[in-house]
């Protein structure tokens, strides 16, 4: 297609629908800091909703423009120190938070296939989802039996790091000690069943802006095989290799979309195109409104680095 033709059909957006859809943008990063308080408050009953909605705001915008879901890592670094955990227990966390999602978009998408009928179109998508979905399976069991036998576990580590050096050594045993710390949420099953119930909702918001961003240009596809080709393509992002998800972003959204019948190319790209620019402006604000939170909500400096009051 030609790029005027994209052009084209952006033009034609109704922005009621573009400003719905940077809502549910915003929703999802409510909800889902919402939710990482309820996982960390297992073993940082201190976690403040706002540290951790501003560190959750920074790490997506990173995310939103970076390859390899780095934001991710500037996630772990940040709220560390903020909750006073280790680093591992923060990434264990994160870790939690992954599985949830994985689990969550597969029960938006199997419920929105029941309902309209459509998993049977999806060709070989379904057979992505269901792959990704069993390793997310795979790491949250590995997890609960860590932290459900966590002696054997941390002998079974031991074991393995005796052959390292010392000091390695050393490092391994105190970073699996942590990162059981933060698989504590597993042992709760009322903490789990809210972050379970939460990361639904979190999916749902971002679900909930793609259709707005379609319903902007095209009222084609009902509101039901909407959610599942949405679904489906967010599942298709999990990994993101591009800076930004750039080309790969709107590559898959006009496979997934054309798969369920959306037409013609040029309009669905121009959705694509759409939502991914809006969805990166509005991280990135959040981000720069989560960044001066921090600097302006500085912690409090331990009582041995402060300087001694002048007499």
Known sequence: ???????????????????????????????????????????????????????????????????????????IGAIAPRVKIGVGEAGATVVVERVLDVLALLVIAVAAAAISGGGSNSFGLWSGVFVIAAISVAIGVVAYLMVTHPQATLAIIERMATRLPTRVATFVDTFAESVLKG???????GRLAAAGAL????????????????????????????????????????????????????????????????????????????????????????????ALWLRVNRPALPVGLERPIPS
């Not at 999802?28 to 939710?35: D, K, P, Q, V």
């Not at 996982?39 to 909605?53: C, E, K, Q």
């Not at 971002?206 to 039901?224: C, D, H, K």
């Not at 054309?258 to 990135?284: D, E, K, M």
């Open 183 to 189: 698989f504590a949420s597993l042992r709760s099953p």
């Open 199 to 290: 990361s639904i909702v979190v999916w749902l918001w971002i679900v909930a802006g793609l259709i707005a961003f379609f319903r902007a240009l095209t009222p084609q596809l009902s509101l039901s095989t909407l959610v599942l080709a949405c679904t489906i393509f967010v599942v298709s992002q999990a990994v993101s290799i591009t800076p930004g998800s750039v080309g790969t972003y709107e590559g898959f959204f006009l496979l997934v979309l054309s798969t369920f019948g959306a037409r013609p190319p040029a309009v669905v790209t121009a959705v694509a195109v759409l939502s991914h620019v809006a969805n990166i402006a509005i991280l990135l604000a959040a981000g720069a409104v989560g």
């Open 1 to 75: 297609m030609h790029p005027s033709e994209v052009v084209a059909a952006m033009r034609r957006a109704a922005v009621g629908w573009i400003v719905l859809g940077e809502l549910a943008y915003l929703g999802f990063i409510l909800t889902r800091s919402w939710r990482w308080q309820v996982i960390l408050r297992a073993s940082a009953p201190h976690a403040s909703l706002g540290d951790v909605t501003a560190v959750t705001a920074i790490g997506f915008a990173l995310n939103s423009v970076s390859p390899f879901k780095l934001g991710e890592l500037l996630r």
